[in-house]
């Protein structure tokens, strides 16, 4: 089975603070996603990656950054967190590879700025 | 551009009886399109997709999606709803021209609520 991982469920950060969320995957996937999702919003895509090094713009990038360094690990980035921030975060991974098409996501972390 | 339309915000149904969750899509080329489920507090759990062929497709928990082509549809269904079907349910499309992103547009979500 897939299984993507996120560092944490719940977190609780300051305004202004740098923020640092962890994704990892494990089945070797090219491509990996981190979507926002508000109630009434549904998902928006923030950020996204084709491979190592290499980042696209989603919908919603303003305010965030993110870094591929290994082909596992996509992480998500808050400069200076703020309030408007506060939402739940998930990242996804899918492969290029097969006809399998569906993206795989992790558990989701639960931000709060305060 | 590519875009889906869940146009109930809410779906109420008793346990027993049939469900329909409706899902509406706008996308160039041919659709992919997916169906997702999100338990409270959980990640998306994918539930099925149409990519071709048969346009009655089959997924986990005995839900089913029928696509419809001239209708630009992709509408959820389960003949008998549980209690434990109570979910946040997405309907996502993908554009099917040979795009190797394979990102997803997802729609806003209906809530799903079945009463014993």
């Known amino acids: 089975d897939v299984k993507v991982t996120q560092s944490s469920r719940y977190l609780v950060k300051r305004t202004g603070e740098k923020v640092f969320l962890e994704c990892v995957q494990d089945?070797?996937?090219?491509?990996m996603f981190w979507y926002r999702q508000d109630p009434g919003l549904g998902l928006r895509l923030i950020y996204f990656?084709?491979?190592?090094?290499?980042?696209e713009k989603g919908d919603i990038p303003e305010g965030y950054s993110v870094s591929r360094e290994k082909k596992e690990r996509f992480s998500l980035i808050l400069e200076s967190a703020s309030t408007n921030q506060t939402s739940m975060y998930l990242c996804?991974?899918?492969?290029?590879?097969?006809?399998?098409?569906?993206?795989?996501f992790g558990p989701g972390t639960r931000l709060t700025v305060t | 551009a590519q875009s889906v339309a869940q146009p109930e915000d809410q779906v109420n149904v008793a346990e027993g009886n049939p469900l329909t969750v409706k899902c509406t899509y706008s996308v160039s080329g041919n659709p992919y399109l997916f169906w997702y489920v999100q338990y409270p507090n959980r990640g998306l759990q994918f539930l099925l997709k149409y990519i071709t062929g048969d346009n009655l497709v089959k997924g986990s928990y005995g839900f089913e999606a029928e696509f419809n082509k001239s209708q630009t549809s992709f509408h959820l269904k389960k003949p008998s709803a549980l209690v434990s079907d109570s979910a946040l349910y997405f309907c996502a499309v993908r554009d099917g021209r040979g795009s190797t992103l394979g990102r997803l547009y997802f729609g806003r979500g209906t809530q799903l609520t079945v009463w014993p």
């Open positions: 990656s084709y491979d190592v090094k290499m980042k």
């Open positions: 089945m070797d996937h090219e491509n």
């Open positions: 996804a991974s899918i492969t290029r590879q097969g006809k399998s098409y569906e993206q795989y």
